[in-house]
């Protein structure tokens, strides 16, 4: 099993640096030369793996989930509007380009932090001290931190949802009523940034190698993927309770039920099935529901009155993206 991940894992590289080196010569170098950025050069070709496996993970995700959105739909819409701009959302995400901008914005940040750790004697928790155990199974060592990172991501999301102001950028997420395979990424700039902040500064601090990073990256975006799906398809009873389906996550979503204050257990909550990659957190923290009926996604304030408010979301980026940031400005001022 070991041996053929590896020899997977050394095509795959081999596949990749081939691509690398074609995309550079043939793509990235002439149009670096032509806009007079030679200085780039370097950092160009060093990253361009991220954009390479990033396509390859958004073909492979659109591959296997469109024929299942098509033989098995959950909801039938008249047209398919509004889900252009959850493509471009996935598509500057994925292919590393947000990413890639945070990297670099936050790289001499992150550095003078270190140093200042490093002179008042803080040690970062590398997992990977955690023995020779675990330096000897690489595969333990990924799913340990996989673990670590969700758990952290389950009380980040449930801050989002918690946090007036937080919600309201994190709302731009839960504004598509039209669920589908594309809709994972379609996120407030700002609420991807303070994202990437958080979760770099995780993984330096635990110790996460770059490569594992990008692997766990392509790995949870392409389960997020399913789990926003438009399709019929149930993990049953047990796969449930081990992974977020598209199931658990689209209660998440509910209009009116997966993000506002709930009733009875959940009367403190804003919202149900926080859970990222496992629903564990949320079971072990009396925030999972699998009982309730699937019902239509999106925000309340978006039905017409008296429902809702009528409130417009946006229907492009930039409407969507400037629209978050008043009603967080709204918030902010106690309006
Ligand atoms: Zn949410
Ligand atoms: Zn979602």
């Known amino acids: 099993m070991m041996h053929a991940i590896a020899s997977i894992e050394a095509l795959l590289a081999q596949g990749v640096g081939d691509v690398q080196e074609w995309m550079f010569l043939t793509l990235v170098q002439p149009l670096l030369w032509h806009l007079h950025w030679m200085v780039l050069d370097d950092m160009a070709y060093d990253n361009l793996p991220w954009v390479i496996y990033g396509a390859l993970q958004v073909l492979l995700v659109y591959a296997v989930l469109r024929p299942l959105e098509w033989l098995l739909p959950l909801e039938r819409w008249d047209d398919r509007r509004g889900l252009g701009v959850d ?179 959940r009367a403190r909550l804003y919202g149900c099935n926080f859970g990222v990659l496992f629903p564990w957190w949320d079971m072990l923290f009396g925030s999972a529901d699998y009982a309730t009926a699937l019902q239509p996604t999106g925000v309340r304030a978006q039905l017409p009155r008296p429902q809702g408010a009528d409130e417009d979301y946006g229907a492009g980026f930039w409407s969507q993206q400037w629209l978050g940031l008043r009603r967080m400005a709204r918030r902010l001022a106690g309006a």
Not at 93 to 105: H, K, Q, S
Not at 167 to 172: K, N, Q
Not at 236 to 241: F, S
């Open 87 to 265: 493509v471009f959302y996935t598509l500057i995400n994925r292919l590393g380009l947000i990413p890639l901008a945070w990297f670099f914005a936050l790289q001499p940040g992150f550095d003078h932090i270190l140093e200042w750790m490093r002179m008042h004697g803080w040690v970062s928790v590398n997992l990977d001290s955690l023995g020779p155990w675990l330096r000897a199974r690489p595969l333990a060592g990924f799913l340990l931190y996989l673990v670590v990172l969700d758990f952290a991501g389950y009380w980040y999301h449930r801050l989002q949802h918690q946090v007036g102001w937080w919600w309201e950028l994190h709302a731009v997420h839960h504004s598509q009523r039209k669920l589908s395979l594309w809709a994972d990424d379609r996120n407030h700039l700002l609420d991807d940034l303070l994202q990437a902040m958080f979760f770099s500064a995780l993984a330096l601090f635990i110790g996460v190698p770059p490569a594992q990073f990008v692997a766990l990256s392509l790995v949870g975006g392409a389960l997020q993927s399913v789990q926003h799906a438009n399709m019929r398809l149930d993990f049953g009873w047990l796969g449930e309770r081990l992974l977020v389906g598209p199931r658990f996550h689209r209660l998440h979503h509910a209009v009116g039920y997966g993000h506002e204050l709930g009733h009875g257990n």
